[in-house]
């Protein structure tokens, strides 16, 4: 079917405000750019409710149309990208909080919800939503769990699957499904719930969820020290472990990445740091009593430790946190960033090698990451455009994916596998998984129509 008439027949069948004229690039995109992916598509639809996502889905699938479920476009894995034609569906007018109980710790939220509404609604109540996956000016609730993302305090609270007790979703042919809801446990039948968190748009579309929050902690207290090397700031993150320190965050950046970032970092720095950031919550007795004993057990071998008290300083120490994917990819105007994960006690090996690599391949390489969880922003810089340099990226991403196998943990441990980890899950899975894993895809989209070419 030709565009213009794809275009034409769902104005005909939808508003004509949900079909978007033409299609804009920025909907043929996603955090991917630089890495040199950017789609084709016929149309780009928004519908206002569920019932009219269920509805295109089901004009899709009659006519064998592809469709992209499209949230804030700020994946790193390619995921939101129309490979090749189709309909894009974006959430974003799917944003109402269908309903917000403080008193009974829950809400329900629609897909197109940004992450930071999330999360300020629930701070109003007094509550709190804690996956905080960065970029959640623009990050969409659907695809924090779509992605199942995570983010810095992930260590203690979990990443985004922890907290969705229910989901509404649309699904092929073209109908609107219930899973779970407002309660707490459910272990009736196989956990559809489960398998449709971290599906990527490949199974279902979500329109809504059920999340469960917890009241708000009373204070937080992160630190900050700075080690000379990767072993000394790997082995300060294994004394904070030892310990039994309950952290909620354990994060960490190498001296490269630092080098990049530290620029705008709310402090002094001494040079080549390796930085690891922690963080404690509760009460304010608790994190007073506790934010005294990490900053003791990182002060050993460190060449200078920062313990932020105001709330303006932590704000802004978390500001500059957010921003160092951002900073890092400014450095040389692109990036190949990676999410690897592997056991906590290789977190050592895995840094070094990112930068072994790096230099086998004649790239600036960079990591940085959520230490506790060991997972790692292995990451490439690039001139975009430079498809010499795309080449060797691409040769260096598959020795981090192989490093990843190697070491006993996964190719991915938040983005995803999108479009730029396809074929790269048969380094860590027998046969017989991927096959369970394509007869799943099958099951749910027998037509392969639902963003097709991802998650494979
Ligand atoms: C600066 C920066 C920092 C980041 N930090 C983190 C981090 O700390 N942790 C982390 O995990 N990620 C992080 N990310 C990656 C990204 O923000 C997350 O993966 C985020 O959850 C993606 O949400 P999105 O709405 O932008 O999804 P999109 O990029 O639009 O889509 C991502 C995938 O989800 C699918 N999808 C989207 N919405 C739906 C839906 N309603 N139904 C079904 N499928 C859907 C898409 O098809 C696609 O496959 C970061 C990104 C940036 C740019």
């Given at each position: 079917?030709?565009?213009?008439?794809?275009?034409?027949?769902?104005?005909?069948?939808?508003?004509?405000?949900?079909v978007?004229?033409?299609?804009?690039?920025?909907?043929?995109?996603?955090e991917?750019?630089?890495r040199g992916?950017?789609?084709?598509?016929?149309?780009?639809?928004?519908?206002?409710?569920?019932?009219?996502?269920a509805?295109?889905?089901?004009?899709?699938?009659?006519?064998?149309?592809?469709i992209?479920?499209?949230?804030?476009g700020t994946?790193?894995a390619?995921?939101?990208?129309?490979?090749?034609?189709?309909?894009v569906?974006s959430?974003?007018?799917?944003?109402?909080?269908?309903s917000?109980?403080?008193?009974?710790?829950?809400?329900?939220?629609?897909?197109?919800?940004?992450?930071?509404?999330?999360r300020?609604?629930?701070?109003?109540?007094?509550?709190?939503?804690?996956?905080?996956?960065?970029a959640?000016?623009?990050?969409?609730?659907?695809g924090n769990?779509?992605?199942?993302?995570?983010?810095?305090?992930?260590?203690?609270?979990g990443?985004?699957?922890?907290?969705?007790?229910?989901?509404e979703?649309?699904?092929?042919?073209?109908?609107?499904?219930?899973?779970?809801?407002?309660?707490?446990?459910?272990?009736a039948?196989?956990?559809?719930?489960?398998l449709?968190?971290g599906?990527?748009?490949?199974?279902?579309?979500?329109?809504?969820?059920w999340?469960?929050?917890?009241?708000?902690?009373?204070?937080a207290?992160?630190?900050?020290?700075?080690?000379?090397?990767?072993?000394?700031?790997?082995?300060?993150?294994?004394?904070?472990?030892?310990?039994?320190i309950?952290?909620?965050a354990?994060?960490?950046?190498?001296a490269?990445t630092v080098?990049?970032?530290g620029?705008?970092?709310p402090?002094?720095?001494?040079?080549?740091?390796?930085?690891v950031l922690?963080?404690?919550?509760?009460?304010?007795?608790?994190?007073?009593r506790?934010?005294?004993?990490?900053?003791?057990?990182?002060a050993?071998?460190?060449?200078?430790?920062?313990?932020p008290?105001?709330p303006?300083?932590?704000?802004?120490?978390w500001?500059?946190?957010?921003?160092?994917?951002i900073?890092?990819?400014?450095?040389r105007?692109?990036?190949?960033?990676?999410?690897?994960?592997?056991?906590?006690?290789?977190?050592?090996?895995?840094?070094?090698?990112?930068?072994?690599i790096?230099?086998?391949?004649?790239?600036p390489?960079?990591?940085?990451?959520?230490?506790?969880?060991?997972?790692?922003?292995?990451?490439?810089?690039?001139?975009?455009?430079?498809?010499?340099?795309?080449d060797?990226?691409?040769?260096?991403?598959e020795?981090?994916?192989a490093l990843?196998?190697?070491l006993g943990?996964?190719?991915?441990?938040?983005?995803?596998?999108?479009?730029?980890?396809?074929?790269?899950l048969?380094?860590?899975?027998?046969?017989?998984?991927?096959?369970l894993?394509?007869?799943?895809?099958?099951a749910?989209?027998?037509?392969?129509?639902?963003?097709?070419?991802?998650?494979?």
């Amino acid at each position: 079917m030709a565009s213009a008439t794809i275009q034409n027949e769902l104005r005909a069948r939808f508003r004509s405000e949900a079909v978007l004229d033409d299609v804009p690039p920025s909907y043929l995109r996603d955090e991917t750019e630089t890495r040199g992916l950017c789609g084709r598509a016929d149309a780009v639809v928004r519908p206002r409710d569920a019932e009219q996502v269920a509805e295109l889905l089901a004009w899709c699938y009659e006519r064998e149309v592809p469709i992209v479920p499209r949230g804030g476009g700020t994946g790193y894995a390619g995921g939101a990208v129309p490979l090749d034609g189709g309909v894009v569906l974006s959430l974003e007018r799917l944003d109402r909080v269908r309903s917000f109980e403080p008193l009974l710790w829950r809400m329900q939220v629609e897909a197109g919800v940004t992450t930071a509404r999330v999360r300020s609604t629930a701070q109003e109540g007094g509550l709190l939503f804690p996956p905080d996956p960065g970029a959640a000016e623009q990050s969409q609730l659907g695809g924090n769990i779509a992605t199942n993302a995570g983010g810095p305090h992930a260590y203690k609270y979990g990443v985004t699957g922890a907290w969705v007790t229910g989901l509404e979703a649309a699904v092929p042919p073209g109908e609107l499904i219930s899973l779970g809801g407002p309660f707490r446990k459910d272990v009736a039948g196989y956990d559809l719930k489960s398998l449709l968190i971290g599906s990527e748009g490949t199974l279902g579309v979500i329109t809504a969820a059920w999340l469960r929050l917890t009241p708000a902690p009373e204070a937080a207290a992160p630190v900050v020290s700075c080690y000379e090397g990767t072993a000394a700031g790997c082995a300060a993150l294994e004394r904070v472990l030892g310990t039994g320190i309950p952290v909620a965050a354990l994060e960490y950046l190498d001296a490269a990445t630092v080098g990049y970032a530290g620029g705008s970092f709310p402090g002094e720095l001494p040079p080549d740091a390796f930085i690891v950031l922690a963080e404690v919550d509760g009460s304010r007795e608790e994190v007073d009593r506790l934010g005294a004993e990490l900053a003791e057990v990182l002060a050993e071998d460190a060449s200078a430790v920062f313990s932020p008290a105001e709330p303006s300083e932590i704000a802004a120490l978390w500001r500059w946190r957010d921003g160092v994917s951002i900073a890092v990819g400014a450095a040389r105007g692109g990036k190949a960033s990676e999410d690897i994960v592997v056991p906590f006690d290789r977190l050592g090996e895995a840094i070094e090698e990112t930068l072994e690599i790096g230099r086998r391949h004649r790239l600036p390489a960079c990591s940085w990451g959520h230490a506790g969880d060991g997972n790692l922003h292995s990451t490439f810089l690039l001139v975009p455009g430079d498809e010499e340099e795309l080449d060797r990226s691409r040769a260096a991403t598959e020795e981090l994916f192989a490093l990843a196998a190697r070491l006993g943990g996964s190719i991915s441990g938040e983005h995803g596998v999108g479009r730029l980890k396809r074929g790269q899950l048969a380094r860590q899975w027998q046969p017989r998984a991927l096959a369970l894993h394509a007869a799943i895809k099958r099951a749910w989209d027998p037509k392969g129509l639902l963003n097709p070419g991802k998650k494979e």
